[in-house]
C-alpha cells in the first residue's frame, strides 16, 4: 500500500481522523486492481437479537423457534445488520486511511448467504476503475467492489460503490 506523506494535510481530514499525522492514500496512490482484506469481527446471538429488535423485526431475525422452520433453518442476522456492521469495519480498516469525501451511491448490493451466529467476518475491497474529475480538480471518482466475507472465506454480501476521494493538495 502507497501511502502520501509529503501531501499536506486538509483541515477537514484532520478534525475527521483518528491519530493526526498518520499518512492517507489519495487519489493518485489508489491503483485499479488493488485488493484489501480487512476486520475480523464475530458477529454473537445478542448482537442479532438487539438489532433486528430495533430495525428489522422479522421472526427469523428474532425467535429461534420461528427460524427453525423457515427458509435458513435457523437464526439468522438482518442483511442490513450485515451491510452495517461490514460498514464499520470498512471505514476502520480502509476508508479512514484515504482521503475519502463521501460516496455517490451504491450499486447492485447482494446478500450471498445469511450472517449466523458466532461468525466471524472480514471484509475486502477492490479498486475497480478510477477517473478525475473534469469539473473539481481537487478529487476524483473512484468504483470499489466491497465484498463481506465468513471465516471461510465465503461470500456473505457483495456491492459495488462509487466514492469521491480527494487528490493530493500538492499535485493538484
Known sequence: MVRRAGCAFPQYFIATRLGVGMSIRYFEDLDVGENHKFGGRTVTKPEILTFAEKYDPQPFHLDEEAAESSIF????????????????????????????????????????????????????????????????????????????????????????????VGRCPDEV
Open 73 to 164: 433453518g435457523e437464526l439468522v442476522a438482518s442483511g442490513w445488520h450485515t451491510v452495517c456492521l461490514f460498514n464499520r469495519m470498512l471505514v476502520d480498516g480502509f476508508i479512514r486511511e484515504t482521503a475519502n469525501l463521501g460516496g455517490r451511491g451504491v450499486d447492485d448490493l447482494q446478500w450471498h448467504r445469511p450472517l449466523k451466529p458466532e461468525t466471524t467476518v472480514y471484509g475486502r475491497v477492490e479498486v475497480l476503475s478510477k477517473v478525475p474529475s473534469d469539473r473539481h480538480e481537487d478529487r476524483g471518482y473512484v468504483k470499489y467492489r466491497f465484498t463481506a466475507l465468513d471465516h471461510q472465506d465465503r461470500e456473505l454480501l457483495s456491492m459495488t460503490a462509487d466514492l469521491l
